[in-house]
């Protein structure tokens, strides 16, 4: 843990922009995490504070790969080269562009509750999230300040992964993160306190700093009060697998693509930084995830229940039948991602009956343990498995073997079991993303609602 929480983080991170004070500086979190960090930093700098609203516009064939952006004003920052390669027409492009336009708009409303944004021409805009993953949301963020006349760009945030400026691709002038741990797994790995940020919070922040007008406090006022009850999409929620009740943490994006209900390994939990990061790259591809244990607190320390596959993907099938009964996620395409132990858990699983799994990843999984299960899935399974990870290699190649669905044996070079090597994590969670968005098809496919 590098941080207690947000806020904690938002006054470290000042203490390294102090040179930026007096400026002409504004200050711009990305919602919502990012308020409650820009919050501080605005206080510390006696600037003032507003929201920096962005929506990537998505590829209609690929929504996770960005054609480009929009914000507020009618900013709009486009890849040529790539809508062009894509042959994206002007009137897929525009459906695109208005279902992203209502979002802004809507969130617009929200924050600010009718009040004009932050005039930015000629002035340093300094953008603040609580971390970086992919980098992607935030490299969008930097372009629309800019086309919106910030004079100097400058990124900052907490926590990023090492080399994450080469990742920018200099959309920002000045680029600053406390921290560069390697390996990197997941923002929320890196906070004592990283529950969800509301919308009641983010409004809040705006207030106290007068919503775009000179702060009403200084680097001694009163912080943000802390969070109620656990909004939905937080490690408190209930997960009801039949007659149990299992802790699990779910979180559907705004118009998401599909939903995707991971089963962690032996040893592991519905905390592991690893499943953590890769559920953040599904979500930034436009994906709902749903992390949980399967067994309970009392259970976890039964060896036999540990490693009891029928049992474990039984609850994994209940626990996917709830999941997308809930109103926030009813209809949208399912997908089952499993490690180790877990993935023999989503195999069988996917073979339940009424339960309709459009496809399955496993990472550096044991689909061996699902051997009498094996001929039986249908849904298109990917199999990724490291290099160095010699044993469990051979018995995915012999799983592989065995299954009658489409299927596709993707080997990390240089990775060992838990993919700790540099970089190694990242390329799972792109293929999972990829394989997820390829099976459970785009947004506009379905004629499920924009984000």
């Known amino acids: 843990m590098l941080f207690r929480d947000r806020v904690d983080a938002g006054r470290r991170l000042a203490e390294r922009l102090t040179h930026l004070r007096g400026q002409g500086t504004v200050v711009l979190g990305l919602p919502r995490g990012g308020v409650p960090v820009a919050a501080e930093v605005a206080d510390a700098l006696g600037a003032p504070l507003d929201v920096v609203l962005v929506r990537k516009l998505g590829l209609p064939s690929r929504p996770e790969l960005a054609m480009g952006a929009i914000g507020e004003g009618g900013v709009r920052v ?51 999230d609580d971390g970086v993953a992919t980098g992607s949301t935030a490299r969008a963020a930097c372009q629309v300040v800019r086309a ?33 741990p390697e390996p990197f797994w997941a923002i929320g790995r890196f906070y004592g306190d990283f529950r969800q940020t509301t919308d009641a919070q983010v409004v809040a922040c705006l207030g106290r700093s007068g919503a775009g007008g000179a702060p009403t406090g200084g680097p001694g006022s009163v912080a943000p009060a802390s969070p109620g009850p656990t909004p939905a999409g937080c490690d408190d929620d209930v997960v009801v697998a039949g007659a149990v009740a299992l802790a699990g943490h779910l979180s559907v994006p705004s118009g998401a693509g599909g939903l995707v209900v991971f089963a962690h390994g032996s040893g592991s939990s ?9 559920a953040e790259v599904l979500g930034e591809g436009g994906l709902g995830t749903l992390l949980l244990d399967l067994l309970t607190a009392d259970e976890e320390g039964d060896r036999a229940k540990v490693f009891d596959i029928e049992l474990l993907a039984g609850r994994l099938a209940d626990a996917a039948r709830w999941v997308t009964g809930r109103p926030e996620t009813a209809g949208l395409p399912l997908g089952l991602f499993g ?31 699902a051997w009498p299960r094996l001929d039986a899935v249908t849904a298109p399974t990917l199999l990724v498995v490291g290099g160095r990870d010699t044993a469990v290699l051979e018995l995915n190649r012999q799983a592989r073997a065995r299954l009658r669905c489409t299927s596709e044996l993707v080997v990390v070079p240089g990775a060992t079991h838990l993919f700790e090597e540099p970089g190694t994590l990242r390329q799972v969670a792109l293929a999972a993303r990829d394989w997820f968005v390829q099976y459970l098809g785009p947004p506009t496919e379905r004629g499920q609602p924009g984000g």
């Open 78 to 128: 486009l890849d040529e080269r790539l809508v062009g390669a894509a042959h994206v027409g002007a009137a897929a492009l525009a459906a695109v562009e208005r279902r992203e336009a209502a979002e802004l708009e809507r969130r617009a409303l929200t924050f600010r509750g009718g009040r004009p944004a932050l005039d930015l021409a000629g002035r340093t805009a300094v953008v603040v």
């Open 148 to 180: 919106l006349g910030a004079a100097r760009v400058v990124l900052a945030v907490p926590v990023a992964p090492r080399g994450w400026v080469a990742e920018m691709g200099g959309s920002a002038d000045e680029y600053v993160a406390l921290s560069t």
């Open 270 to 278: 519905r905390l592991s930084p690893r499943n953590r990061y890769v």
């Open 339 to 369: 490690a180790s132990t877990g993935a023999a858990a989503a195999l069988w699983a996917s073979t339940a009956a009424g339960l309709d799994v459009r496809a399955v990843v496993s990472r550096g999984g044991r689909p061996d343990l």
